[in-house]
C-alpha cells in the first residue's frame, strides 16, 4: 500500500495511467478532424442558405475536461484509494488477539471489540490465520488457527466474564500450541500474580503487542455495617487525578420495582486509590438493599451484592416471667440478648406489640400458655414466612401443652414432667451432644466438650419425629426439633434459653446454631469452618457487566468453596443461598487490592483507539459515470440532437436509462412485488423492523438460525427471513411474525393496527419479544414490558395466560415445558383456554380450542439464541458450556414448535376426540 499523507493505494502501479491523460487530450482535440479548404467557383451558389445541422471544427475545451476527469476518476479509483489509512503491521504466520476477558474489561468492551475487528481485517489483509480467545474462556487444546473471516463472524459472541482470568491455565494453554505465533494481547489494564508467567510463554511463542486502555479501572469493596451506618470502599487503577463519583443503593420500593433507594457521593483526591463513605438509611430501606453500585460503570467489579450481614433481621424477645432483681444471669432472655444484640434488631415488649411491628423472628422463652387469639395471630404469622423459635423451661414441662395432640406451634408432642440428667437428684451424668446428621442446618459445627445438658423437654415418641429431630443428645434424645408450618418454621430448643438446663448458652456454639438458622446475621463474610457441610444454590448471579441475572440451574456449590471466595466458571459471584441464608459472592472481596499494570520495556504498548479507514473506490467509480453520462448529454447537444421533442424525449429516456438505479424506476414496486411473490410459493418468517439498526440485524439472524434448523429437522423449508414495515408491508403472505420491543420503538399508524387485528384474526401468530427476561418478568416492571404494553393496546389481543402444561405448543414437535432463549425464563404468556375446556378421559390434556394462539408473548430473547452468521455460526453466547448449549437447544426447539403450531394449528388437541371415534367405529 502506497501512500500520500492522509491518503492510500492498494494497487497504486494503476496510477501510471494517469500518464496517458495528456495523449489522450490530444487524441481527442483531433476528433473530429479539421476541415480542409477548396477554392470552388460554383460554391457561389450556396450563398445565402442557412446550414441547419452545424457541426464544431473542434472538440470544445470543457468537454476535453469532462472526459479527461471521468477517466481520471476511473483510473483513481481502480487503483484503490483509501482515506484515513490504518498502519501497516509487522509479521507474518499465525496471529492470536488474545483478551483478558475479565469483569475489568466491561468497561469499554466495545472498544476491544472494535479493535479486534480492526486487527482481524489487517491480518484477513496480510492473509495471516487467527486465533481469538478469552483467558476467561479457552477453548481446549490450544490456540484454534482459522481465517479471519471466519473469526469476524465469532467476534459479536465474545461478552466479558465476572471473575479475573487462570494465568496458571493460560501458560498451559499456550504451551498446548501446535506451532509458533505473534501475539496482539487486549489487557484489561490490572496487574495480577500470574501476568509475568503467561507473558514469558507467549514471548517464547513470538512477539507480542499490548493493547490497553488508558482510562482508569474502578472497583467497589462490599459494604460493611459499622455503627449504625453501612461503610462503603471504592478503589481505583490507572488514573491519578482527582474525581467525583456516586454510589447507588438498589432495591424493590414497596411495589417491589427495583430503584435507586439512596446515593453517596464519593470523591478520590489527586493521586488517591480509595474513597470511603458511610450512608445511613432507616433498618427498613436498609433491609430492601440488593446491591450497591458505581453510578455509570458497566462492570462486574463495580457492583457489590448484599447478603446477610447487611440485612440486620428484627427478633423479638418474650419471656414468660419478668427478670428477678439482681439474678440477670437467670433471666430467660439474658443469653439471647447477649447472642443477638450485635447482629440483630431487638424488639421486646407484649406480644400484641410484638405482632405489629412484624418482625422476622419470635423468641418464646419458657412460654407455655397462649391465648388461642395469640395463637391464631402467631400461626398466621409463621406460615407467611416468620421463624418462631421456642425455648423449654419449667413452665412449659410442667404444663398440658402438647401432651395429648401437637398443637400447630410445636413441631413435636412432649411427655410430662421433661427429665433430668445429671443433677443432685439423678444417678446419671449429663449428657454431650452428638455430631450433627448431614441433614441438618447444624452440620458441620464443632460441638465443645464443655458443652453439655442436665435437664430437657423429652419429645414423645411418633412416626415424623426422626424427620423433625436436627440437633440430639449423645443417647439420642432431641435437643432440637423443627417442622414447617406454611412459608414459615417452628423450632423447639428442648433446653431453657440460660444457663438453667444446659451449659449450651454459655458457649459459641449457641452462637453459630442461631446463625445457621437464620435467626440473626453476621457482620463479616463467614469463615470456611463455618460453613464446612454446608451446600449453597446460586439464586441470581452476575454477568461480566455487573447485570444479575437468573441462576437457572446451575449446580449446588460447596460451602467450603464458597467461603474461599474465589470467583471462576464454577463458583460465580452472585448471591447464594442455604435455606433461610444468604451469602453474597462478589467479585471484590474485602481485603482485594487493584493495581494497574507495569509492563517490560521489551513490549510495545498500544492504545485501543481505531482508525476509522474509508473507501474511495465506489465514490470515484461512481463519479466516473456521472461524468460520462454527462459527456453523452453533452455530446448529443453539440450535435443538435437535443431540439425537437422527439429529440428531447429520447435523450429524457436515455438520461433515465443511464442513471443509477433506472432500471429499478421502471418498475416501481418491483422488490416489493418480488418479495410476495417469494412469500406466497415459499413458506417465509418475517419480522417486524423496529428502527434499530442493530436489533434488525439480530432478529435477520435469528430467524435465519431458526429456518436452516426447520430445513434440517423437518419438512419445512423456509427461505431467507424478511423484514416488514408495519406501515407498507402487506403481512398476510408471513405466517410468523417476530416483533422484538425496544423503549424507543414508534407506535404505528392507526391504519397499520387495522393491518395487525386484521393479520391476527385470519390465522396469524405474532411473537412479541420483549427481550428482558434476565431484569423483569411480564408486566410493565421494565421499560420494554412498560413499551409493550402500549403498543399492544389497539391490538385484538385475547385474554392471556401462562402456557398451561397441557397446551398444544408444548408437544408440536418436542415435547417441551421450559421455553428458554437467551435467556431463561417460564413468564411465557399464549391465549387462555376456554373456561369449559375439560380434560377428557383417558387423554392427558384438556379439549383446547382448534384456533392458533394469535400472540406469544416473552421476554427470553429468542432471537438472539437462534441468531447465526452467514457461515452459520452461532453469533451470541447462551449460559455457559454444556448447560448453555443446552439452553440454545430447548431455544431452537421452542421455535421449531412455534412454527409446526401455526402451520398445522391445534392438531395434535384433535387427539381428545379419538376415545369418542374408537367408540364409534366399535359400535
Known amino acids: 500500500m502506497w501512500s500520500i499523507g492522509p491518503l492510500a493505494f492498494t494497487t497504486p502501479w494503476l496510477l501510471l495511467g494517469l500518464v496517458a491523460l495528456p495523449a489522450l487530450w490530444w487524441l481527442l482535440r483531433a476528433v473530429p478532424p479539421a476541415p480542409i479548404r477548396r477554392r470552388f467557383p460554383a460554391v457561389t451558389l450556396l450563398l445565402g442558405l442557412r446550414d441547419e445541422e452545424t457541426e464544431s471544427d473542434r472538440t470544445p475545451w470543457w468537454l476535453l475536461l469532462l472526459r479527461c476527469l471521468a477517466v481520471a476518476a476511473l483510473i483513481v479509483g481502480f487503483a484503490g484509494p483509501v482515506l484515513n489509512p490504518r498502519d501497516a503491521r509487522e ?10 476477558g475479565s469483569w475489568a474489561s466491561a468497561q469499554g468492551w466495545g472498544l476491544r471489540r472494535d479493535k479486534a475487528a480492526e486487527l482481524l481485517d489487517v491480518a484477513r489483509q496480510a492473509g495471516r490465520p487467527v486465533a481469538v480467545a478469552a483467558l476467561t474462556d479457552l477453548s481446549a487444546g490450544g490456540p484454534e488457527f482459522q481465517s479471519a473471516e471466519a473469526w469476524a463472524e465469532r467476534l459479536p459472541s465474545l461478552a466479558p466474564a465476572a471473575w479475573m482470568p487462570d494465568d496458571a491455565a493460560a501458560v498451559d494453554w499456550v504451551r498446548g500450541a501446535a506451532r509458533d505465533f505473534d501475539t ?29 486502555s488508558g482510562a482508569g479501572r474502578l472497583a467497589l469493596r462490599p459494604p460493611a455495617f459499622e455503627d449504625g451506618a453501612i461503610r462503603l470502599d471504592a478503589m481505583r487503577a490507572g488514573a491519578a487525578v482527582a474525581r467525583e463519583i456516586t454510589l447507588r443503593a438498589i432495591g424493590p420500593d414497596p411495589a417491589g420495582i427495583e430503584r435507586v433507594l439512596a446515593e453517596l457521593p464519593l470523591s478520590f483526591e489527586g493521586d488517591g486509590t480509595r474513597a470511603e463513605g458511610a450512608l445511613s438509611v432507616p433498618a427498613e430501606l436498609r433491609n430492601r438493599i440488593r446491591r450497591f453500585e458505581i453510578a455509570g460503570t458497566r462492570s462486574a467489579g463495580a457492583v457489590s451484592l448484599t447478603d446477610d450481614a447487611l440485612k440486620r433481621r428484627q427478633v423479638a424477645l418474650f419471656a414468660a416471667r419478668e427478670d428477678r432483681e439482681g439474678t440477670e444471669l437467670l433471666s430467660p432472655l439474658h443469653y439471647l440478648r447477649q447472642a443477638l444484640e450485635p447482629t440483630a434488631d431487638l424488639i421486646e415488649g407484649t406480644l400484641d406489640d410484638i405482632l405489629l411491628a412484624d418482625p422476622d423472628v419470635i423468641a418464646l422463652a419458657d412460654v407455655a400458655q397462649l391465648t388461642p387469639l395469640e395463637s391464631d395471630e402467631i400461626e398466621a404469622w409463621v406460615e407467611e414466612g416468620g421463624l418462631l423459635l421456642r425455648f423449654a423451661g419449667p413452665r412449659l414441662a410442667a404444663s398440658d401443652v402438647a401432651r395429648d395432640e401437637e398443637p400447630a406451634l410445636m413441631p413435636v408432642r412432649l411427655r410430662a414432667g421433661g427429665r433430668s440428667v445429671g443433677g443432685a437428684m439423678s444417678w446419671g451424668a449429663p449428657k454431650e451432644l452428638r455430631p450433627f446428621p448431614e441433614d441438618s442446618p447444624f452440620h458441620g459445627l464443632a460441638i465443645p466438650e464443655d458443652v453439655t445438658v442436665t435437664s430437657q423437654v423429652v419429645a414423645q415418641p411418633d412416626p415424623a419425629l426422626a424427620d423433625r429431630v436436627i440437633a440430639a443428645l449423645a443417647d439420642g434424645t432431641p435437643l432440637v426439633t423443627r417442622k414447617a408450618l406454611g412459608q414459615g418454621q417452628v423450632v423447639l430448643f428442648h433446653v431453657t434459653a440460660n444457663a438453667e438446663w444446659s451449659s449450651l448458652p ?24 463455618e460453613l464446612e457441610g454446608t451446600t449453597w444454590e446460586a439464586v441470581r448471579v452476575l454477568d461480566g457487566f ?30 447464594y443461598a442455604d435455606g433461610e441464608r444468604r451469602v453474597a459472592l462478589n467479585v471484590i472481596g474485602p481485603e482485594d487490592e487493584i493495581a494497574a499494570t507495569e509492563w517490560p520495556a521489551s513490549v510495545p504498548v498500544e492504545g485501543l483507539g481505531v482508525t476509522r479507514q474509508t473507501g474511495l473506490k465506489g465514490a470515484l467509480l461512481a463519479a466516473a459515470l456521472l461524468a460520462l453520462m454527462a459527456d453523452v448529454v453533452a455530446t448529443l447537444w453539440l450535435a443538435g440532437r437535443l431540439t425537437g421533442p422527439r429529440q428531447g424525449a429520447a435523450a429524457l429516456l436515455a438520461l433515465v436509462l443511464l442513471a443509477p438505479g433506472g432500471a429499478e424506476a421502471q418498475q416501481p414496486g418491483g422488490a416489493g412485488e418480488a418479495r410476495a411473490i417469494e412469500a406466497t410459493t415459499e413458506t417465509v418468517l418475517a419480522y417486524v423492523v423496529t428502527g434499530d439498526a442493530a436489533l434488525d440485524r439480530i432478529s435477520a439472524a435469528g430467524l435465519r438460525g431458526l429456518s436452516l434448523t426447520l430445513a434440517r429437522r423437518t419438512s419445512v423449508e423456509p427461505e431467507e427471513p424478511i423484514g416488514v414495515d408495519l406501515e407498507t408491508d402487506e403481512l398476510a403472505f408471513y405466517p410468523l411474525l417476530y416483533w422484538p420491543v425496544t423503549e424507543t420503538q414508534p407506535r404505528p399508524s392507526p391504519e397499520a393496527y387495522a393491518e395487525l387485528n386484521q393479520y391476527l384474526r385470519t390465522g396469524g401468530m405474532i411473537l412479541f419479544d420483549t427481550r428482558d427476561a434476565d431484569i423483569g418478568r411480564f408486566g410493565t416492571g421494565t421499560p420494554n414490558g412498560r413499551k409493550l404494553q402500549q403498543l399492544a393496546a389497539p391490538l385484538d389481543v385475547p385474554p392471556l395466560e401462562p402456557v398451561p402444561e397441557d397446551h398444544v405448543l408444548t408437544r408440536t414437535f418436542y415435547l417441551l415445558q421450559d421455553f428458554p432463549g437467551r435467556h431463561d425464563s417460564r413468564d411465557v404468556w399464549v391465549e387462555a383456554a376456554p373456561p369449559d375446556a375439560e380434560q377428557i378421559e383417558g387423554m392427558p390434556f384438556r379439549d383446547l380450542n382448534d384456533g392458533v394462539t394469535p400472540v406469544v408473548i416473552g421476554g427470553n430473547d429468542w432471537a438472539a439464541a437462534w441468531a447465526v452468521g452467514q457461515n452459520g455460526q452461532y453469533l451470541f453466547p447462551v449460559g455457559r458450556g454444556y448447560g448453555g448449549e443446552r439452553q440454545r437447544e430447548y431455544a431452537l426447539r421452542f421455535g421449531i414448535n412455534l412454527v409446526m403450531h401455526v402451520l398445522t394449528g391445534n392438531y395434535k388437541s384433535d387427539q381428545v376426540h379419538v376415545p369418542a371415534l374408537l367408540d364409534r367405529l366399535g359400535q
Not at 495480577?192 to 508467567?197: E, I, L, Q, S
Request: charged share 20%; no cysteine; net charge negative.
Open 91 to 100: 509479521g507474518a504466520g499465525p496471529l492470536l488477539i488474545l483478551m483478558d
Open 184 to 212: 496482539y494481547w487486549m489487557s484489561d489494564g490490572l496487574a495480577r500474580a500470574g501476568r509475568a508467567d503467561l507473558l514469558a510463554a507467549l514471548e517464547s511463542r513470538g512477539t507480542v503487542t499490548a493493547f490497553e
Open 506 to 529: 454459655l458457649s459459641g456454639l449457641f452462637v453459630q446454631m442461631l446463625d445457621r438458622l437464620a435467626v440473626s446475621t453476621r457482620p463479616v463474610q463467614p469463615t470456611a469452618a
Open 546 to 575: 455487573g447485570v444479575e441475572r437468573d441462576a437457572g440451574a446451575l449446580a449446588g456449590v460447596d460451602g467450603t468453596a464458597l467461603a474461599e471466595g474465589i470467583a471462576g466458571p464454577a463458583l460465580r459471584p452472585g448471591l
